[in-house]
């Protein structure tokens, strides 16, 4: 089940094509890899596969909407 809870809000050195500002917003799921299964199949949504990011212990899956914006969900480590 995917359960949009709360917001994630990072701040960290801009890189790659991220700018200053809001660059994208995230939402915590508790399962990254179900979300990724329940959205892969709408064309140009998923920009990739859940990756984990040890600098957070999170895993992300980073998704575009139909106008561009950039968005992820993102699921904490396990305890």
Known sequence: MISLLEQVFENHQV????????????FKVDDVNTAYDAL???????????????DTGRTNLSLRDPDGWRLQLVQNAKP
């Open 40 to 54: 892969a199949g709408y064309p140009g949504m998923v920009t990739g596969k859940p990756g984990h990011v040890p």
């Open 15 to 26: 890189t790659g094509e991220e700018v200053i500002g809001i660059n994208h917003i995230a």
